[in-house]
């Protein structure tokens, strides 16, 4: 005889399932679309703090314990990104804050990163990526949110970079673009919007050195810039 408790969990597991298989569907049948800019629902929710938003452009981001040296709109590719340089207070410590703010109802996350390695090379006429690995940042203001990001050591002839890049999003954040696609997807049958900011983090190390030894740095000025962005904007 099959016990009570046994049809439970296979009639929980059947959820699971189907649950599962709706979203793959769901995914699968929006996903070319997306790459081909077309959405598959006639009227888009608006993003709350749009202009808050599209603002990081032109003044930038404040950054809690550093100081924001010089900041201006920058051509990366085919968009302009907000470029901050900051030196941390009461040190000589600096850093390249990128961000990448979205600018409309429409605007998705797509070749950023591709973008900013081509702006490094135009930059400085060599980007060599090494040491690459995945990272994860953990924010506990304003609230307890893990973040998946890419971290990364740069050469160039003039110096050498370890970097650090996602997208962030209200609840947290990840390097790869499908995470906000498919989170923008489920929050549009709420109608409600995913916004993003594409971040990339340059700080100068010694030449050709091991990115590892910077990361305490990266991984307080990634958590610093998520929080104030989820603060302040997001």
Not at 74 to 99: C, N, P, R, Y
Not at 221 to 233: D, F, N
């Amino acid at each position: 005889m099959i016990s009570l408790s046994k049809l439970v969990k296979d009639s929980q597991w059947n959820q699971v399932v189907v649950l599962l298989l709706l979203l793959l569907l769901f995914a699968i049948g929006s996903f070319p679309g997306y790459l081909a800019g077309k959405w598959q629902w006639q009227q888009i929710a608006p993003v709350i703090k749009l202009k808050e938003l599209k603002q990081i452009r032109n003044s930038g981001l404040n950054i809690p314990g550093w100081q924001n040296v010089e900041q201006n709109e920058q051509e990366v590719g085919e968009h302009k990104w907000s470029l901050q340089l900051i030196k941390k207070q009461d040190s000589e410590t600096k850093a390249i804050v990128l961000l990448l703010p979205q600018n409309g109802p429409m605007d998705k996350p797509e070749v950023e990163w591709t973008e900013v390695n081509g702006w490094g090379k135009s930059r400085w006429g060599k980007w060599d990526v090494a040491q690459y690995r995945s990272a994860q940042l953990t924010v506990k203001q304003p609230s307890a949110t893990k973040v998946e990001a890419r971290f990364f050591r740069a050469s160039t002839p003039q110096t050498t970079f370890g970097v650090l890049q996602w997208y962030a999003l209200p609840n947290g954040g990840n390097p790869s673009p499908l995470n906000w696609f498919l989170a923008d997807q489920l929050a549009q049958w709420r109608k409600q919007r995913v916004p993003w900011v594409a971040v990339s983090i340059l700080i100068p190390m010694e030449p050709l050195g091991q990115v590892e030894k910077i990361w305490p740095l990266a991984e307080s000025i990634g958590e610093t810039v998520q929080t104030a962005l989820m603060t302040r904007l997001l």
